[in-house]
């Protein structure tokens, strides 16, 4: 056996291995059912089921991950509203310390008016992000039905 032989061969055992025991760490289905990538396709050929059951994991955790998410927001927004107060309180307290740095009514309005601007933007943007969530867990879901049915 020549030692171009004996390389392929230890490339050849080697790449087994590492398609036999590795993970692509997410969801790599599609809602056809098809496996993304050559690599994927090449992992389900080896682990067979395991690959279907590391599916399925990987979709229950992202399917928790977005079920959680309008959770998570709120506990961010209600932090950073309370971090708004807080900076409120610390303005009034230097506006009575130093009267001058007080903002006139035109820039208070002006202030107010932009505001109201971030708060039409970022309405549009969370129900937008809404509607891309819902739609990414009716996906996941399609999926998971589909995974389901070959890691049996």
Do not use: C, H
């Not at 050559?38 to 399917?63: C, H, M, P, S």
């Not at 708004?84 to 009267?99: A, L, S, V």
Request: proline share 3%; net charge negative.
């Amino acid at each position: 056996m020549n030692l171009t032989t004996k390389i392929a061969g230890t490339l050849a055992l080697l790449l087994v291995a590492y398609m036999s025991f590795s993970s692509p760490g997410k969801v790599v289905i599609r809602e056809t059912g098809d496996i993304t990538g050559i690599i994927n396709n090449a992992r389900e050929l080896v682990q067979g089921k395991t690959f279907w059951q590391g599916q399925l994991d990987a979709i229950t955790a992202r399917l928790n991950k977005l079920e959680a998410e309008p959770t998570e927001t709120a506990k961010m927004n209600r932090e950073m509203e309370n971090m708004r107060i807080e900076d409120q309180r610390e303005m009034e307290k230097m506006y009575q310390e130093y009267p001058d740095t007080r903002p006139s009514d035109a820039e208070r309005q002006a202030e107010a008016l932009r505001n109201k601007a971030d708060s039409i933007e970022q309405a549009e943007w969370d129900r937008t992000m809404e509607k891309e969530r819902l739609e990414r867990i009716a996906s996941l879901r399609k999926i998971y039905s589909l995974v389901e049915e070959r890691a049996r």
